[in-house]
């Protein structure tokens, strides 16, 4: 930073008291949670001025960062187009285009021949012959700050198009409704309306839900195209404040499914879409506490359920249920394994086509997806398959840490499709071809080799060998090993020490995968070592991990951090004195955790949209998503135990006089999942602690949401924004760029 700073805002103390279970808590800064105030907004803009004025001299790296990014994106491209009834479908990106344009051609071959199913060569800035845009959002985006899609959804037959959208950040949305065979936009026209709007079949209706007052997805209606949206139909509300409200339609398309659900139990209810009116059938009842997915199915004539569940499964398995005995208690059906409980693999879903089940999973903490042929789900009913379950198969790749998920798998669609990526290898596209036995080169369980439709184009002569990636493993205090994935480039002296950029998430079971980054090539090639702490919390090594780093067992997130930080300060390749701690959201809370346990080891902190007054957001079921967050961090209002166990680990309430590194602290102004009081109450709080208060920063998108701003080109600009700071942070701001990185 300027040896010539100016001075950092100061927010001035309003005490409030906060008093549950007969603590009382003093909250001087509590009245920056009014949006609307005058005074927020220009304490919020003196804090962005601020940010600004202190890092003015990072911009011209801030410049060459953008560009690095810009100059290796393939600006104008396309998305592999994947096949729907009569269409190809794709997406468009142009030069200068902030966000992408939806297309569709016309397929010209039919049945399951191999040039039926070959995606058809789309070359950028070439229309095809018959190609028609179906949404330009480029154009749909002009003259709003903020853009983002919510839904986009084209019926069954090809006829409409229902896409919502966002122009405030806020996640609600308005949908629309297009006639494609026409091009006109028809009036029907839905304000305030959640994710994953949806067109039924025959196009005939629109199914969609809304939030309730905290933002809980609470009610899905029905509409009927062409009448007003006044006369929608509720077709469920889920009164407990505790579980949001899904809705889609199964595999085949020949059943509506609503679920009622939270992280640890739900409850499906399905009934027919060609009878819109039949009653809901329940099929595993809420009061059994079992977390699962649902398909409908048909075998050998008769109906079932393909149940992807963790009743006396962890790590859930996947079984059969008669349809008929829907309703009843999970302990009193008659369950068929499909594929049996492991430890060693966490079941994710499990969706059939028309020929296969295909299982996305997790094992040995990378997923990875699996085909199960369907024919054999006669001989499994019949008790002639034994107790392992059904053979399937997983394709194989040459990397150790990697990411195969599902993309699609269309029901009546003879090839499934996965994408591939890891930390050096960008995003593929692979068809798997799952037509039957000996057809298309297909194996005995109906499943050919994977077909590479592309790989994503990464400009100026990117070469993964450039770059190499390592597992480590840490020890936790409670002798629990912790998973590390460490990238850097090949060519850097290893007896050097290097600096890092430690990243973590450890919530919600959501695991930090191997996956490609353009922005972060930036950053490897000036020296530094990217390091990923798979901490419990997540999902990387099952279940199991997950329960281990929630509600009264939070702290081991953290606790999991610092040794891996340790662990790495040990290396001879690593520089303890440059270690950066970054994460964003519930990983945010984490970097305020970690910097109140040992504010020491770190060099400097990244926290986006930080988590980091969760007590205060807990005890407000009135804001959004606080009822359903109490299965992630318990219900303070309620518990003692876990009032006093979140209020030891709050970022904001465990502040102590330290001398914490360098903080940088972005957010949203219309963040409706973590509100950007939050970390302008930390960074508040935070100047009257530190030791050196004017090395805190704070950054605030005043239009923009949880993820910040809209659109490719603004996104990259905040990035660029961010790993400039971290680069200076580290000591690589002037470092030359590889190849021939200068130590």
């Given amino acids: 930073m300027s040896s010539e700073m100016p001075a950092y805002p100061v927010a001035v103390r309003r005490t409030v008291h906060r008093s549950f279970h007969d603590h009382v808590f003093e909250d001087h800064f509590e009245w920056l949670r009014d949006k609307d105030s005058d005074d927020v ?137 297009k006639d494609l065979a026409t091009g006109q936009l028809l009036p029907d026209r839905i ?116 149940l992807t569940h963790d009743y006396q499964a962890p790590n ?27 430890e060693e693999a966490r079941i994710e879903v499990c969706e059939p086509t028309a020929t296969h089940l295909v299982v996305s999973l997790r094992a040995e903490t990378t997923p990875r997806v699996r085909l199960i042929p369907r024919a054999g789900l006669e001989s499994l009913m019949a008790g002639t398959a034994g107790a392992q379950g059904l053979a399937g198969t997983e394709p194989a790749f040459d990397e150790e840490l990697f990411t195969a998920s599902l993309v699609s798998a269309r029901y009546e669609n003879p090839v499934v499709r996965v994408s591939y990526t890891s930390f050096v290898t960008p995003p593929r596209i692979y068809d798997i071809p799952t037509a039957g036995p000996g057809h298309h080169g297909a194996d005995e369980l109906g ?56 990243y973590a998430y450890g919530s919600y079971e959501s695991s930090t995968d191997p996956g490609f980054s353009i922005s972060r090539l930036s950053l490897l090639d000036r020296g530094v070592v990217w390091a990923v702490a798979h901490v419990r919390g997540g999902g990387e090594l099952g279940r199991p991990w997950y329960d281990h780093g929630k509600k009264l067992t939070k702290k081991n997130t953290f606790t999991d951090y610092v040794a891996v930080t340790r662990h790495l300060a040990e290396r001879q390749d690593v520089d303890a004195a440059r270690i950066a701690v970054l994460g964003g959201s519930a990983g945010g809370l984490l970097v305020g955790a970690v910097l109140n346990l040992a504010p020491d080891l ?34 303070p209002v309620a518990d003692r135990q876990v009032y006093d166990y979140m209020r030891s680990y709050s970022p904001y309430e465990n502040l102590r006089a330290a001398d914490y590194p360098p903080i940088l602290a972005v957010t949203s102004l219309n963040d409706t999942r973590v509100l950007y009081v939050e970390p302008a109450k930390w960074v508040a709080a935070l100047r009257e602690h530190a030791e050196h208060p004017e090395t805190v920063l704070l950054r605030c998108e005043m239009a923009g949401g949880h993820g910040g701003a809209s659109g490719r080109y603004s996104q990259w600009k905040d990035t660029a924004w961010e790993y400039a700071w971290l680069a200076e942070t580290l000591g690589v701001a002037g470092q030359p760029v590889s190849p021939a990185v200068s130590r």
């Fill in 41 to 177: 907004r220009a304490h919020l803009n003196r804090e962005n001025d601020y940010a600004e004025a202190v890092t003015a001299h990072l911009q011209p790296l801030r410049e060459d960062i953008y560009r690095e990014i810009k100059d290796r994106t393939q600006e104008t491209d396309m998305s592999v187009p994947s096949r729907n009834g009569a269409w190809w479908y794709f997406a468009r990106t142009v030069e200068g285009g902030a966000h992408q344009v939806f297309c569709r051609f016309p397929a010209s071959e039919i049945g399951d021949s191999e040039d039926a199913w070959t995606p058809p060569t789309v070359e950028p800035g070439v229309t095809l012959p018959g190609e028609q845009t179906l949404l330009d959002a480029n154009a749909a985006s002009e003259g709003h700050e903020f853009y983002g899609l919510g839904a986009f959804s084209v019926s069954e037959d090809g006829t409409h198009l229902a896409w919502s959208e966002d122009t405030a950040g806020d996640e609600r949305f308005t949908v629309y409704v």
């Fill in 602 to 635: 770190y060099c400097g902190a990244l926290a986006a949209v930080p988590f980091v007054d969760p007590l205060t957001s807990m005890l407000m079921p009135e804001l959004p998503l606080t009822a359903l967050e109490w299965e992630e961090w318990g219900n």
């Fill in 447 to 502: 499943v050919g080799e994977p077909i590479l439709r592309r790989e994503a184009t990464v400009l100026g002569g990117y070469d993964r060998t450039d770059y190499t990636v390592e597992r480590d493993w840490a020890v936790a205090d409670d002798g629990t090993r912790i998973p590390i994935s460490l990238v850097r480039r090949a060519d850097l002296d290893t007896t050097v020490p290097a600096p890092v950029i430690q």
């Fill in 316 to 342: 859930s398995r996947v079984s059969l249920m008669p349809l008929s005995q829907a309703g009843s208690s999970i302990a009193d059906v008659d369950l068929v394994d499909v594929v049996p409980v492991s």
């Fill in 191 to 306: 304000e305030q309306t959640s994710y994953g709007a949806f067109l039924t079949p025959d196009a005939s209706q629109l199914i969609y839900t809304v939030v309730d007052d905290s933002w809980r997805p609470w009610r899905v209606y029905r509409h009927v195209i062409g009448t007003a949206s006044e006369q929608d139909e509720l077709l469920y509300q889920e009164d407990d404040p505790g579980l949001w409200l899904g809705v889609e339609l199964s595999a085949d398309k020949k059943w509506l499914m609503v679920v009622s659900a939270c992280s640890e139990y739900c409850e499906y209810r399905i009934h027919p879409v060609a009878a819109p009116h039949h009653e809901w059938l329940t099929l595993i009842p809420e009061s059994d506490r079992v977390l699962y997915s649902a398909e409908p199915i048909t075998v050998a004539g008769t109906d079932y359920v393909l």
